[in-house]
């Protein structure tokens, strides 16, 4: 016979463990949103990650040549009403205000670029005229693999995990491919891959 698994009560969140700045940030969330310690850290963290991993890696303790990439994967859990999405609102202000001044000039960038290559084949306008985006709620791993190819990083937030999980690419035969590509990404590994352009001939 088992013994049911008792909950155990969680420990406080250690508002001052993340340092000066993003403990007095992630306490200011929680206060102003009135939303648990866990979920205004949980935002921070994230959204801190998301800005500094274009600019630093952590170099791994156990190999002094093997440099890791400074993102987070973060799952929270919460009841309806706990303000998740709040937090990340508020902790996403400032990206969310660079997102837009970004998608204004790449907007102004492509449209001067298809009037500088005007006589330029449709596949080559698509390639070179991306959108880039700093965040996404949502997107295929094919997609994302795409979009790094014209920009450093990208941070996903979702407010319902279910979207993410239960995506296409975590669905059926995709699941594996999908966690895999995820691993790869955290751990620093190259997201080398393969692929036929359907519109080649062989």
């Given at each position: 016979d088992f013994e049911p698994i008792q909950p155990i009560k969680p420990e406080p969140f250690p508002l001052d463990a993340p340092g000066?700045?993003?403990?007095?940030?992630?306490?200011?969330?929680?206060?102003?949103?009135?939303?648990?310690?866990?979920?205004?850290?949980?935002?921070?963290?994230?959204?801190?990650?998301l800005v500094t991993q274009a600019h630093a890696n952590v170099q791994a303790p156990h190999n002094p040549h093997k440099k890791i990439p400074l993102s987070l994967f973060l799952i929270t859990s919460a009841t309806s009403g706990d303000r998740k999405t709040g937090t990340d609102d508020v902790a996403l202000c400032e990206v969310v205000r660079y997102r837009k001044e970004q998608a204004a000039k790449n907007k102004r960038d492509i449209l001067q670029w298809e009037n500088d290559n005007a006589g330029v084949s449709a596949k080559d306008r698509t390639d070179k005229?991306?959108?880039?985006?700093?965040?996404?709620?949502?997107?295929?791993?094919?997609?994302i693999d795409v979009q790094l190819q014209h920009q450093p990083h990208i941070g996903i937030f979702s407010g319902e995990g279910a979207g993410v999980l239960g995506g296409h690419s975590m669905r059926g035969d995709k699941q594996g491919e999908g966690i895999a590509y995820y691993c790869k990404a955290w751990d620093g590994a190259p997201l080398d891959r393969l692929r036929v352009d359907h519109t080649s001939s062989l």
């Open positions: 000066d700045v993003l403990g007095k940030a992630a306490r200011a969330i929680a206060q102003t949103v009135q939303a648990p310690d866990a979920l205004a850290g949980a935002s921070v963290l994230a959204v801190a990650s005229s991306r959108l880039a985006t700093l965040t996404c709620d949502n997107a295929t791993i094919q997609a």
